[in-house]
């Protein structure tokens, strides 16, 4: 039962937590400020093992495994705190400590972060004196056989425990609630791009079960990002500064940037940490300035060789100045298909960058571009040692038939996407059972930034068969077959599959 006690106090402290964190930052929610220094301080091979292990759900995954280990330390308080309360309580407020310690330590932390690890020691610790009192009024009780009057009895336990989960329930409620009230990015109403891209072709979506869309809608874009929480910045006090090696330091607000001349462009966005035929790749239409656009406003230094991006919450990226400045579409994005961006994709402004993995290019929910060189500042992922340059690697992936999916035989189609960003793709070819490669024929084209869909009519046998795929860029470059890993640089090798024909 005491057991029982500690967890819900904790339950209890870390919905008031999360309360007051809605109300001041998000991220400094006690759950998620130990949550986020987790990630921060794991190795890059266990963050790649997690990745590969458990894809996007290796958040949800984490943020569970820091519940289960606050509440096994918080039965341990409620246990300790039927003998002797202070050394249970103390067992709870070393735990908040750590959390409270974990968000003041954040890099855009103020000393604020640390009133919602305050509000959930206080909370824990007042729900575990309630708790704990009116069950050791109820022992007495128990034990004198005389109930004396008013005291508390076994009742009392149960509506102190009732009312403690109410409370937390109430909690989170208001929590969530006050979070919705936050600008939304279907608030903003985009202006028209100066330089729009042509009319979007009409892509194998329908003519082929199976493929991947040619755009990638909002809702079914991956997801990358070190963060637990979204951020909730909002338009009204958005500011993008530029700084660092620059004749002048500049600074936009989100009207300034939508008043701009803005240019669309369709680009096709790529994780390093895709592996072959992997999900971490999608196309979309986006609506922004022209990077150059702004440099050219500040005046970038000769000696300067990067772009260090930091976002709202002082997460770096860094990006080679020459590439992004290479009369590629590189833009500072505040559309996606047509609409504000959402928030897991940098509401209310990100980066892209076509043929840059997104790593060293598209830093989300941006706040400042420090022009600076390698040699002065490293950012998030190269001090983990990810490569400093990276190109995107000419990649192809078989959507249909899925790997080990039992089709019947006859007439059908082996098709999928395949990309080579800033060159674009030349030829996608097929081997069936180790035979020649065969060319498949290619969807219509939305330029070299993006991806191109391909199919393969394919007359299917009985049987088990074996389905390689390579591409050939506009350069003349192959694919190449060694195999390589997402790290330092991103993955190579092919997509084989396996098909059983029935
Ligand atoms: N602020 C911020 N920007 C970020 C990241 C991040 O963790 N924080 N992740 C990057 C990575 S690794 C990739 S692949 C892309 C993914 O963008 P998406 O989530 O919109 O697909 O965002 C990049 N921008
Ligand atoms: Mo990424």
Redesign the pocket.
Known sequence: MYAGFGILAAVVGIAAGHLVAAIIDPASSPVLAIGSTVIDLTPTPVKEWAVAQFGTADKPILVGSVMVGAALLAAVGGVLARRRFALGAGVLVVLVALSGLAAVLRPTAGPLDAVPALATALTGVGVLWWLTRSARDTATDTAGSQPREGSPTRRGVLIAVGASAAVAAVMGGAGRLISSFRADPSDVALPAAADPAPPFPQGLDDKIKGIASFQTSNDD???????LSLPTLGIEDYELIIDGDVEEELSFSFEDLMAMELIERDIT?????NDIGGP?V?AARWLGVRLTDLLDMAGVGDSADQIL?T???G?T?STPLKIATDGRDAMIAIGMNGEALPR???FPV??VVPGL???V??????TRMTITTYDEQAA??TERDWAIDAPIKISSRIDTPKSFEEIDSGDTFIAGVAWAQDRGIDKVEVQIDGGDWQETKLGPSAGVDYWRQWYLPWNAESGQHTLTVRAVDQEGTVQTPAKAMPFPNGSSGYQTIITRVG
């Open positions: 874009f991956y997801r990358i990002d070190t963060r966005l790529t994780c390093v940490s971490y999608g991006s976002d709202v919450d997460m990226i897991e994709h940098g990100r980066m993995y997104g790593y290019s598209a830093c989300k929910w941006i998030y992922w």
